[in-house]
């Protein structure tokens, strides 16, 4: 386990006692499991990539070895391999996150040299010191992992390894490591309930004339599950509500009433990470009247389909998102700008993934 050092910092803080251990993983962890899923694929990749690396290294000098007029021949390359380890670790390696939120344990714990065996008390700290209960689980198991591929192998094969062996089982742990926080990181998004409200306000303006509406969605459920797939969709169905908020005409004093009802079917894409929205309007019944005191009674000014087909496109996943959008960009504004009605306003759309008991 690589961790950042100025984790030990925050340690003193907290002296050991203090600790009741971390709650369990739910959604208001979203942004520690992402985070960690990201570390460990990080990890994975950099540690498969050196071991291949070192192993092309030690094939080279191993076949040298083979024939003392190589140049090459009597290179101790193993050494030569400790020390690109040592300077790829200073140089090369950049966590995505070297503080994973909610993080304060240690930033490693070691298995002293010829040893099938960690202090109890640090992988405690290790695990008390994780964001969420279920990480500290996770981050045990591949300390865990490395003692039991120690006592099968015999402490003094484990400890004889060269460094492309070594790199190749820590790029095992951290690929099972990735793939333990993603179905933890897919567990507590399923068992969140993503909830979606919206409201646009466009004002319809001409030469003496001006309107503005309101379509607002209430709040609504959108549902569905994760699978082995990398990405998922949740789906919800809605009620959208329009109404004529008012009306100027020069010249005339207008009351405009009535409503109109859109059923609303909004499609989430997530991959964890990452979220687009999406929906349908259909409608479904209503009219919005108008009376005018000077020219008696006259239609609606009807603004035709002004539902989003798209409200944002991956945006970064959080437990809670807002976006306001400018309702003169949108593609109904533009269609109308050019008949002579320009459009203002805006779109609010917030998005919530509501964990359970909250
Ligand atoms: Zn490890």
Not at 35 to 58: H, K, P
Not at 146 to 153: F, K, L, S
């Amino acid at each position: 386990m690589i961790r950042p050092a100025f984790a030990f910092a925050a340690l003193a803080l907290f002296p050991p006692y203090a600790f009741a251990g971390p709650s369990a993983c739910s959604c208001k962890h979203l942004e520690s499991l992402q985070q960690e899923v990201e570390n460990s694929r990080y990890e994975a990749l950099f540690f498969a990539e050196m071991a291949e690396r070192f192993t092309e290294i030690r094939r080279h000098f191993e076949e040298a070895n083979k024939d003392p007029t190589n140049p090459d021949a009597g290179v101790n390359w193993a050494n030569r391999l400790g020390v690109m380890h040592e300077q790829m670790m200073a140089q090369d390696f950049h966590l995505p996150n070297p503080r994973v939120s909610g993080y304060i344990g240690p930033d490693k714990v070691d298995m002293p040299f010829g040893t099938c065996e960690q202090k109890s008390e640090d992988l405690t700290k290790l695990k008390d010191g994780s964001s969420c209960a279920e990480i500290g689980d996770i981050t045990l198991a591949h300390e865990a992992a490395h003692r039991a591929q120690c006592v099968a192998m015999g402490k003094d094969a484990y400890w004889a390894r060269s460094w492309d062996e070594i790199a190749a089982e820590e790029a095992a742990r951290y690929a099972d490591q990735a793939k333990a926080m993603e179905n933890l990181l897919k567990s507590v998004i399923d068992k969140g309930t993503l909830t979606v409200e919206a409201v646009l306000t466009p004002t319809y303006s001409a030469q003496g004339f001006s309107a503005g509406y309101s379509h607002t969605i209430s709040k609504m459920e959108l549902n569905g599950h994760s699978s082995d797939a990398p990405d998922w969709a949740l789906n919800g169905k809605g009620k959208q509500v329009s109404k004529l908020e008012h009306l100027r005409i020069v010249g005339m004093s207008c009351t405009p009433s009535g409503q109109l009802d859109h059923d609303v079917d909004m499609t989430a894409k997530t991959d964890g990470f990452k979220l687009t929205l999406g929906g349908e309007m259909k409608y479904v019944s209503g009219q919005i009247k108008i009376k005018c005191k000077k020219g008696g009674g006259m239609s609606a000014f009807e603004p035709g389909e002004v539902g989003a087909g798209s409200y944002f496109t991956d945006a970064p996943f959080r437990p809670e998102m807002s976006f306001v959008r400018d309702a003169s960009t949108m593609d109904f504004a533009q269609i109308l700008k050019g008949g002579g009605i320009s459009v203002s306003g805006e779109e609010r759309v917030t998005v919530k993934l509501e964990c359970p008991g909250e």
